[in-house]
Every structure is written in structure tokens, then in C-alpha cells.
């Protein structure tokens, strides 16, 4: 093999120029390759494809009625009322993008209120009927003129303020989303998962030249945007600034620390140059192989020029070395390589092994990131071992220095030839007793604070939570009084899904059990014993009916009124549900089948 390389060296020195321009060739196209390796900063991909997790989240964006987040507007300013009318103004003018599916600005609760009385329990309408009855026939009486009231009875006064108490909550109000400070916040339903980030962009762009277009009617008021869509774009552009920063960066500093070792320009750039052809070769592998980079490999190219940039070091410090005393620069540096580039070849194979070792595993981002090192060090071995000589063959050796660690290395040979030959050995140990002292005194220290080390099984940490759309989304949070991102459990059917609520309610009870906060269902949306309590409904609706138009009071009128609506309105069912309460709750892939909704709670 050795002989080979031999071969291909003499071809290199006798033709560098032609050699180095058919690298510079290969090299555009490597970089060209490295440009265009994208990041996914999608935590989900972390995991691998066969894990639990990412099955259940995949099967989820497929099945689910309503999509994992939103967008939501903040809409903020002195005047209150102004917000709330640009919250409605919004409403219709975002409704018209494309890739929404709907807007919610009020409480969606607010839609069953006209229904409340299906709602209460079946005793509490009996109780209602005989608090009503009494009144109705008392204005039925009095309605005909031929009745007398000996006793003189006074009217029987209807209180139903005891039983409405205990169903506070369970309709709403037509109410906004209002913050402490006068905030109006309307939530943005796309159509299509976060996941696909193009589109995202593509839908948060327009609704953020939506909101900036409508608010210009509405002197005063700001908007911004939160939610999962935008945090998700956010995130990755944040990612992908920094990796676009780090690896530039890390060349930099690399390059200066090499001028500072070598105290030579050139032999710096001629350090960097393979390195920076070598990362990008590992980079285009890595989007061959994979297409994207993870979060976790996104930082890659920075590692491996860390890694890589000792093989250069060594290589040329050799060469240098060898130079001195061997005229032939071919000869040179195929007689460095032979120690050095050994040496080196040893070291990338101990570095790929422990770093490959990390492809054997079944977490997806360990898996690709020994894939990726093992390659990426590779090939920046196999650019050193060809592009350096060639860089080496066209300088003239007055351009090139030895390292500062030869320079070193020779003052301190120096310093021991200033001492007697007989005390020469004595200063050597005491320098290698030093050096021992130094690296245990390290070894003690990292095993002391080894027991205090602890690994992290989640994915919080790697969640960015500074900026304005991390705080918007917090104060969201607060203004809602629960968590934008619930828990979502898939159930098969009506059956299941009363089995799961059970079981989680159950473990609420349980210790550690507020880790689970609220826990939502259509059995919370759809009232139970519909049929017993409209028949008393419709029985109260006659006999107030009976009584004549003109003799009713205002507030039998009211009651009146209310039960026309619920008794023409029937059953309410999930058929005829509004959607913004239905949606949370339904699937894409099967009628029957739900969704339950699990709040987080305090841990």
C-alpha cells in the first residue's frame, strides 16, 4: 500500500501545479456539497424512526382532527377596546390565507352557552321545573280575569342563583383572550403539521404581513407573533446561524492559533487549507448519507476540524524536520509519513473506533453522529496525506518554520546541557516528576467531581426558551392558565375513551399525580342523559307557553326564550358540535375514534 502512495507522492512533486488544480476542482464541488447540508432542528428526530415516540407522533400528525399548536397573535396596546377590535378585524382578514383552517379569537365555549341547560345535571332541571312551575301558575292565574286571589299571594320570585353557581365554567362567556395589561390574543389553526417547515415559513410570513396590514387601520395597536409554528422556525434559524457561525469561526481561530505555533503564515494556511477541504468532504458525506444534519451534528464541522487539525500538525512538523537534512522534498516527506503519518493513521483509527462506536446505537442522533465522524475523519486524513505534500513541493523552504513545539522542545534540551553532564538524569526526573504531579493533580480533580455528573434523559434542556417569542409564549400561558402544548392520547372509541379518562383521573389522586393537570374529553363537551332532560325542558317550554304572551313577566320571558332555543336545537351531538370545540377532539382517520387532552400540571 505504502508503495502506491510512494508512486502517487513522485507523480505529485513532479506535476504540483496540475495536481493542486485538479484538487481545486474536487474542492468546489465539496464545497459547493457542504453548502448545501440543511439543519433539522426537530427534536423528534433525535429518536429513531422505530422508537415509540416518534411512531406515535407520526401516526398523531396523521390522524389527528386538529393540528400539534397554532400561531398566536399578541395583540397589545393603551386602548383595550381598540385591540379588541383589531382581534375581529383579524379574524376575517387571516381566515382568507392559505393553509388555515380556522381562527379563534373568544372563547369557544362561548358557542354552547345558548345550550347551558343541557349541561346541568338531570335532578337540577327537576329542581328548576318545580321553582318554575310554581311561578307559572301562579301568571296563569292571574292572566284570567275572572280569578280571584283571596289571600292575596304575592308573586313567587324564581332564584336560581344556588344551581348556576355550580355550573360556572362549563359554557363560557363571548369573551377575548385578555391579558393583564389589556392583551388580546387570536390563535392562528393551520391546516398542515409544523413539521413541514417550508410551508410554515411560507404561512407565517403571510400572517405576519396579514397582521402588520390590518393593524395599520387600528392606530396604536402592535402585534407579534408565538406558538409552536413560529418557535419552530425560530429555532431553526437560530440553529442554523450559529452552526453558519461556529465553523467559520473555528477555522479562524485554528488559523491563528497556527501562526502562532508555527510563527510562519504560510505554514498555517498550508495547516488550514487541507483541514478546511476535509471538513467539507465530511460535511458533503454527511449529506449523501443523511440529507440533514441533526442538533446534535449540526456542530460536526467544528468537531471535526478540532479533531482533524492534529494529523496537519504532525505532517508538517515532520516534514519540517526531515527537510532539514533531505534535500528531495518527495523523499522528505515520504520519509516523515512513514513516523509521523503512521502515527497518524493510528491516531484517526483509535478516534474513528471510539467515535463509530456511537453508531451501534439506537438513539438516532448518537447513531448519525458516529456515522458522520468516522467518515468525516477519514477523509480529512486522505486530504492531508494528498493535498499537503502538494502545497509542500511549490514552497521554498525559507517560507516554511518549525513549530513552536520544536522550538520548545530544543530550548529545553538547551536548558539541560547547561547543567553538568552527572546532574543532567536528576533535572530530567524532576521534570517528568512535574509533569506527573500536574496531570494527577487533573486526574484527581475530574474523578472528584465525576460522582456529581448526571445525564439528562430529556429534551427540555435543548428547548431554546430566550427571546421575545419564548416570553410571548409564557405570558400566553399565564393568560390561558394552562399549557398551549397538552398531552394528546389517541382512543379507539366512545369506550376507550371514558376507560382512559378514568385511569388518568385516577392516578391524579395518586402520589406524583399533579404532574397531570386538566384532563379534557367530548364526554366533557357532550352533556350526558340528553333525552330525560329535554323532555323536561320541552314539558317546562308548554306550560310556559300556555300562559298568555301578554301576562308573562320579563323574567319568564327570558326562560322562555332559552328553552326555545335548546328544545329546537336537540340533542347536541358531534355532528353538531361547533368546530372550534369539535376539532380539539376528533380524528382524520376514523369517525368513531377521539382525542383526549392531558394538561400538564405542576411537577
Do not use: C
Amino acid at each position: 500500500m505504502f508503495s502506491v502512495y510512494e508512486r502517487l507522492v513522485r507523480a505529485i512533486a513532479r506535476r504540483p501545479i496540475a495536481f493542486l488544480l485538479l484538487f481545486a476542482v474536487v474542492s468546489v464541488g465539496l464545497f459547493f456539497g457542504a453548502s448545501h447540508v440543511r439543519l433539522d432542528g426537530d427534536l423528534a428526530r433525535l429518536l429513531p424512526d422505530s422508537s415509540p415516540t416518534v411512531i406515535g407522533l407520526r401516526k398523531l400528525e396523521r390522524v389527528y382532527g386538529d393540528e400539534i399548536g397554532r400561531i398566536t397573535v399578541v395583540l397589545s396596546g393603551p386602548d383595550a377596546q381598540r385591540n379588541r377590535d383589531a382581534a375581529d378585524a383579524l379574524t376575517v382578514d387571516l381566515a382568507a390565507l392559505e393553509g388555515v383552517d380556522r381562527i379563534e379569537d373568544k372563547d369557544p365555549r362561548a358557542d354552547l352557552r345558548p345550550l347551558r341547560l343541557l349541561y346541568m345535571d338531570t335532578e337540577d332541571l327537576r329542581v328548576i321545573d318545580e321553582r318554575l312551575s310554581k311561578r307559572i301558575r301562579w301568571e296563569k292565574q292571574h292572566a284570567n280575569p275572572l280569578f280571584a286571589d283571596l289571600g292575596n299571594r304575592p308573586r313567587p320570585e324564581v332564584d336560581l342563583s344556588d344551581i348556576e353557581a355550580k355550573y360556572e365554567g362549563r359554557t363560557g362567556e363571548r369573551t377575548y383572550y385578555v391579558g393583564p395589561k389589556g392583551e388580546v390574543l387570536v390563535f392562528v389553526h393551520p391546516n398542515f403539521p409544523a413539521s413541514k417547515l417550508d410551508e410554515s415559513r411560507r404561512l407565517v410570513s403571510a400572517v405576519e404581513a396579514q397582521v402588520q396590514k390590518t393593524l395599520a387601520k387600528h392606530e396604536g395597536v402592535q402585534g407579534a407573533l408565538t406558538g409552536r409554528y413560529v418557535k419552530r422556525i425560530e429555532q431553526q434559524d437560530i440553529l442554523t446561524s450559529d452552526i453558519t457561525r461556529a465553523t467559520p469561526l473555528a477555522l479562524l481561530l485554528l488559523a491563528l492559533f497556527l501562526v502562532a505555533y508555527f510563527r510562519s503564515i504560510v505554514s498555517a494556511v498550508y495547516v488550514v487549507v487541507p483541514l478546511a477541504i476535509g471538513t467539507a468532504a465530511g460535511l458533503t458525506f454527511a449529506m449523501l448519507v443523511f440529507g440533514n444534519l441533526n442538533i446534535l451534528t449540526g456542530f460536526l464541522g467544528a468537531i471535526l476540524m478540532g479533531l482533524g487539525v492534529d494529523y496537519g500538525i504532525h505532517l508538517i512538523s515532520r516534514y519540517l524536520e526531515v527537510r532539514r537534512s533531505v534535500a528531495d522534498p518527495a523523499t522528505a516527506w515520504l520519509t516523515g509519513f512513514q513516523t509521523a503519518g503512521r502515527a497518524s493513521i493510528y491516531a484517526a483509527a483509535t478516534t474513528m473506533i471510539a467515535l463509530g462506536s456511537l453508531a451501534v446505537s439506537t438513539f438516532r442522533a448518537f447513531f448519525e453522529f458516529g456515522v458522520i465522524a468516522m467518515g468525516g475523519i477519514f477523509l480529512i486524513l486522505l486530504t492531508y496525506a494528498l493535498v499537503l505534500p502538494a502545497l509542500l513541493f511549490l514552497s521554498p523552504n525559507r517560507n516554511l518554520r518549525p513549530s513552536l513545539a520544536g522550538v520548545f522542545g530544543t530550548f529545553l534540551a538547551n536548558r539541560l546541557k547547561a547543567f553538568p553532564a552527572q546532574e543532567r538524569p536528576l533535572h530530567l526526573k524532576a521534570m517528568i516528576a512535574a509533569s506527573a504531579v500536574v496531570l494527577v493533580l487533573a486526574g484527581t480533580l475530574g474523578a472528584w467531581g465525576l460522582p456529581d455528573v448526571r445525564f439528562d434523559r430529556t429534551f427540555a434542556s435543548l428547548a431554546m426558551t430566550e427571546g421575545q417569542t419564548w416570553q410571548l409564549d409564557q405570558m400566553v400561558n399565564e393568560i390561558l392558565g394552562e399549557s398551549q402544548t397538552p398531552a394528546v392520547v389517541m382512543v379507539d372509541n366512545d369506550a376507550h375513551m371514558r376507560a382512559v379518562v378514568g385511569e388518568l383521573k385516577r392516578r391524579q389522586g395518586e402520589p406524583g399525580g399533579n404532574a397531570i393537570g386538566g384532563v379534557l374529553s367530548l364526554q366533557d363537551v357532550i352533556p350526558a342523559d340528553q333525552p330525560a332532560k329535554l323532555e323536561i325542558l320541552q314539558g317546562l317550554r308548554d306550560r310556559i307557553e300556555n300562559v298568555p304572551a301578554s301576562a308573562r313577566s320579563e323574567q319568564l320571558k327570558d326562560f322562555l326564550a332559552e328553552m326555545q332555543t335548546v328544545t329546537e336545537h336537540g340533542a347536541l351531538t358531534k355532528a353538531n358540535l361547533p368546530k372550534n370545540i369539535y376539532v380539539p377532539f376528533s380524528r382524520r382517520d376514523d369517525p368513531n375514534a377521539g382525542i383526549v387532552l392531558v394538561m400538564p400540571g405542576s411537577t
